[in-house]
């Protein structure tokens, strides 16, 4: 997977299910598979432009539901807490696996 | 605070920043205040009706808001295993307050 950007990566990933079908499939295509707006435009049979505007309006789209709803940056401040923990843990308790096995569960939920 | 139901006062808690102003007032009035709906209609001057149609669509776009992003449902399953950390921490490593401190910043980030 070639990432456009992260970040946009992320908040697809949090919010792709407010997202319609057709906005889904654009969506994913163009930045989960990088296929280019030409690409994306001959399989759908639309105009370039046509797929560009769909995308920049869902990119718009998902931006406003973070504003809201903050899901990517409460993710990444869970995490640094969850990576801190981790390396207390194998720092000072590398041999107590139900901790160990604990922390990263709590890492993997997510 | 007089909880009606705690799942519902969840919900609103992960989702109240999806709805309308409007929606908001009733809900917290309603919900967490402890309002009857006749108090509402009157503060509101509007039809006991009508102040019962908007909670109960409010009531329902939670729960597909739900269905869709799942936040009640992760935060409980995140809370699950802080909680094991915590007694695991508690029991083991007592008097590492560092290791202490680093869960219950992770617990009270929610």
Redesign the interface.
């Known amino acids: 997977m070639l990432e456009k950007t992260t970040r946009m990566n992320y908040l697809y990933d949090f919010?792709q299910?407010?997202l319609t079908p057709k906005q889904r499939s654009y969506m994913s295509l163009y930045y989960l598979d990088d296929y280019s707006l030409g690409e994306i435009a001959e399989e759908y049979e639309v105009s370039r432009q046509a797929v560009y505007d769909n995308i920049k309006r869902t990119e718009a789209m998902l931006e406003e539901y973070e504003e809201?709803?903050l899901?990517f940056q409460?993710f990444q401040?869970?995490q640094q807490?969850?990576k801190?923990?981790k390396e207390?843990?194998l720092k000072?308790?590398a041999n107590?696996q139900?901790?160990l096995e604990?922390?990263e569960?709590?890492e993997k939920?997510e």
Chains 1, 2 share one sequence.
């Open positions: 919010y299910s407010l809201k709803l899901l409460k401040k869970r807490f969850i801190r923990l207390l843990a000072k308790y107590d139900e901790l604990t922390i569960a709590l939920l």
